[in-house]
């Protein structure tokens, strides 16, 4: 299953924070003013990935759609799930979601695609 995008699915902090306590994941805030797109990779863990402001894409691997995403957008990427999240002019701000707490060294820990055995 590929990543799913959900659009316009909150209007604020208060209605991502609702998804993610429904969901009994943990959060965090991911912020950037630029950044470069990211190689294609994949997590151990599903992510939930809520846009606070900005926009940028999302490349699903699987069906090889680029997914334009906004402020408001929720974005599923299932655990070992391959995808890359585009470049950004101008900067986001993520709520990020994970199943469990991890330390720095694991949280969002991008994994090759040469790693992933199907």
Do not use: C
Not at 13 to 33: S, V
């Amino acid at each position: 299953m590929g990543i799913q995008i959900e659009r316009g699915f909150f209007n604020d902090l208060n209605g991502a924070l609702d998804d993610i306590r429904q969901h009994n994941m943990w959060p965090t805030t991911y912020k950037a003013e630029t950044a470069t797109a990211a190689e294609v990779h994949w997590h151990s863990e599903e992510v939930h990935a809520y846009v606070m402001e900005g926009q940028t894409d999302f490349l699903d691997v699987e069906s090889g759609v680029k997914h334009d995403v906004k402020a408001g957008d929720k974005i599923t990427v299932p655990a070992r799930t391959l995808h890359a999240e585009g470049a950004v002019e101008g900067g986001i701000v993520y709520l990020i979601a994970v199943p469990m707490p991890l330390g720095p060294e694991d949280f969002l820990k991008q994994r090759k695609e040469s790693e992933l055995d199907n």
